[in-house]
Each structure stands twice: as C-alpha cells, then as structure tokens.
T-cell receptor
Framework: DQQVKQNSPSLSVQEGRISILNCDYT??????FLWYKKYPAEGPTFLIS?????DKNEDGRFTVFLNKSAKHLSLHIVPSQPGDSAVYFC????????????FGEGTQLTVNP | DTAVSQTPKYLVTQMGNDKSIKCEQN?????MYWYKQDSKKFLKIMFS???????INETVPNRFSPKSPDKAHLNLHINSLELGDSAVYFC?????????????FGNGTRLTVT
C-alpha cells in the first residue's frame, strides 16, 4: 500500500520554463511534506518542505504547494536549469509516524538546454 | 568534510556471506537511520536510532542487525545474505526524531548479492 505516489516517472522541460512535479498521498495523518533531489550515485538532498498549516512555501526558484483537501502537493521550479536535472522524491511524515518518512517513487526531471 | 559518510560504496558478495556497512556523521545529529532503495526505486526505512536507542524497527528480517556504538555512528550487519538483499542502502541522520528536521543522506552503498 503505497501511501505517497508520484505518478509521473519522468518529466522533460526546456531550460527557462517551469517544471511542475506532482505528488499524491492517501494518509490523512500526514502533516509534514518534503521534497528531496537526488543525483546519480549520490544520496538524496533536502530541497524544501511544507507543513500542513500552510498551502505554499517558497525558496528561491522552488515553490511547494499543498492542497490538503485533494491530498496533493506539487513542486514548481522556475526557471528550470539544466543543473536541476535529477530525480525528485516527495516524502511525508505525521505525528503518529514520528521520524518515519514515507517516500514516493521519484520523478526523473530532465531540463534540456 | 563529508557530512554523512558510509563505506563501502560498492559491495559484491555471494549468497550466504555476512557483511557490514558502516556509517558516520559529523553533523552532531542525535538520530540516525538506515533506508533501503529497492529495484523499484522506493526508499523505505529500515531502522532508526535516537541517542543510540533503537526507535524504529520496521518489518526487516532479523538477519539485519543495526548497531550504534555512539551518536555519530550507525552500522548495519547482514547475516546469511540472500539475492533479494541486493539494493542500495542509504544511511541518514537528523537532529531530533520528530520527523520535522530534514534528513541528511550518505551517498549509498550498492550491495549486489550473487
């Protein structure tokens, strides 16, 4: 039972355009969401997070939107750069899960020059 | 000055062998984790230690035994390796065990069991 799903295994975008990565979750107890970026042969690195008390969090070119009623979050990258090409993982945790993060299966983003 | 380092990076071994993976973090964090990334690319938690105390122990075969000699180290020992153990194993650390502090991951150990 996959509680965090990223339905798009891959996304290809032109440099300078917006990249939108999507994530859906099923567990209503999740109240904290994170995005991680992963380059080949490296570990995931933290990108941005959002608490369920907010619907938007912005950090430079990265913005995460949370729609609690739809149990959906998205990561917007604008403008996209070739260096953003990586696998992006969505992750969630909740009060009852403590430090146990549940990850999605990842979306491979390719930004073409 | 790698924050979370794990060794070895690659590990190729035969079925039935026993092997260990070591992890060290120099971030001063009090919580450490082992995650497994399987062939379908899902990252799944295996174990978590907070101040050397085991706080998360997912449904993992008891052939897997974590050991935390101190807050900066978390090792993973695997007995009687099986083909299905082939995966990438990631060590991670965080400050606190609330889930609100981002995890810092090592670069992974790719284990191949033949």
């Amino acid at each position: 039972d996959q509680q965090v799903k990223q339905n798009s295994p891959s996304l290809s975008v032109q440099e300078g355009r917006i990249s939108i990565l999507n994530c859906d979750y099923t567990n209503s107890m999740f109240d904290y969401f994170l995005w991680y970026k992963k380059y080949p042969a490296e570990g995931p690195t933290f990108l941005i997070s959002i608490s369920s008390i907010k619907d938007k969090n912005e950090d430079g070119r990265f913005t995460v939107f949370l729609n609690k009623s739809a149990k959906h979050l998205s990561l917007h990258i604008v403008p996209s750069q070739p260096g953003d090409s990586a696998v992006y993982f969505c992750a969630a945790s909740g009060e009852t899960s403590g430090s146990r993060l549940t990850f999605g299966e990842g979306t491979q983003l390719t930004v073409n020059p | 000055d790698t924050a979370v380092s794990q060794t070895p990076k690659y590990l190729v071994t035969q079925m039935g062998n026993d092997k260990s993976i070591k992890c060290e973090q120099n971030l001063g964090h009090d919580t450490m984790y082992w995650y497994k990334q399987d062939s379908k690319k899902f990252l799944k938690i295996m174990f978590s230690y907070n101040n050397k105390e085991l706080i998360i122990n997912e449904t993992v075969p008891n052939r897997f035994s974590p050991k935390s000699p101190d807050k900066a180290h978390l090792n993973l020992h695997i007995n009687s390796l099986e083909l299905g153990d082939s995966a990438v194993y990631f060590c991670a650390s965080s400050q606190g065990a609330s889930g609100l502090s981002p995890l810092h991951f090592g670069n992974g150990t790719r284990l191949t069991v033949t």
